[in-house]
């Protein structure tokens, strides 16, 4: 065989490793990044710590109606990673929600605000998660509104 075939079977070889490496690299981050599953809640306790940026002067917690949890659900449901940064000085928690489920288990939701867009959700205060349900303009906002108007 000569040295072009050679070469050429290198630079095939060469780029399936390439694709392989791809791959794997794309199946890890995927799978890092699932976003955890959210059942309906059957309770809701928020708790909303005082904010000079929505005008709340002391620290409020509410126990939710029913009614309040389905119209809430949508809002706060983990719909996608986060992939950005937190500045945690900046993206302030709004919401911090104690969450009972048919099951019995009890999971704590921290709601960050972020900015004009959807509210972002975490189960570990780490991880964070888009909360597409709320509108791309008042995110965190309208949960709080929803919250406390019950």
Known sequence: ???????????????????????????????????PPFPRPTDMIAHIPKDSQTFIHKDV??????KTIDELYPLIKPTRYYSDQIHKSIHTIRVRLE?????????????RT???????????DAKYYWADGSSAHDGSVAILRVILNQ
């Open 1 to 35: 065989m000569n040295r072009h075939h050679y070469t050429r079977r290198a630079m095939q070889i060469a780029v399936w490793m390439a694709f392989c490496v791809v791959c794997v690299v794309a199946v890890s981050y995927n799978t890092k990044h699932i976003v």
């Open 61 to 66: 917690s509410v126990i939710l109606t029913q």
């Open 99 to 111: 969450i009972r489920f048919e099951d019995g288990t009890s999971k704590t939701m921290y709601i």
């Open 114 to 124: 972020r900015g004009v867009n959807p509210a972002i959700v975490s189960f570990d």
